[in-house]
């Protein structure tokens, strides 16, 4: 189980995701969520109850039937080790299928 204070690496993440687009296409929010989970071994309940929602709540989102926030995706992130833009960038991508627009989501870091 992964602590909240621990990170896995940005290549790791990265290929665990690709992993899972690879073999299974493209997949929503929840799907990648559950899938990361359950690789992680955490239960429903350990991961709402670090969210503060209840399992319900969280078997909802896996399957898609209640949408997340940017902000509610990046705690997920944080809180499972896989940082906040990994996750902020799976949910802005599901808005954009929903919307109709099939393109790829990226992040690039502001500097300056």
């Not at 690496?9 to 690879?22: C, G, H, P």
């Not at 989102?61 to 509610?72: F, H």
């Not at 099939?102 to 870091?109: D, I, L, Q, Y």
């Amino acid at each position: 189980m992964t602590s909240s204070s621990s990170s896995k690496s940005t290549s790791t993440t990265t290929n665990a995701l690709e992993y899972i687009r690879a073999k299974y296409g493209r997949s929503t929010f929840g799907e990648i969520l559950e899938s990361l989970r359950i690789c992680d071994e955490i239960s429903q309940a350990d991961l709402a109850r670090k969210l503060g929602v209840s399992r319900q709540d969280l078997n909802n989102i896996e399957k898609g039937r209640t949408k997340v926030s940017i902000e509610r995706a990046m705690k997920l992130g944080k809180i499972m080790g896989y940082g906040e833009e990994s996750f902020a960038r799976y949910v802005v991508q599901d808005m954009l299928y929903e919307a109709g627009l099939e393109v790829e989501v990226s992040f690039n870091k502001m500097t300056g």
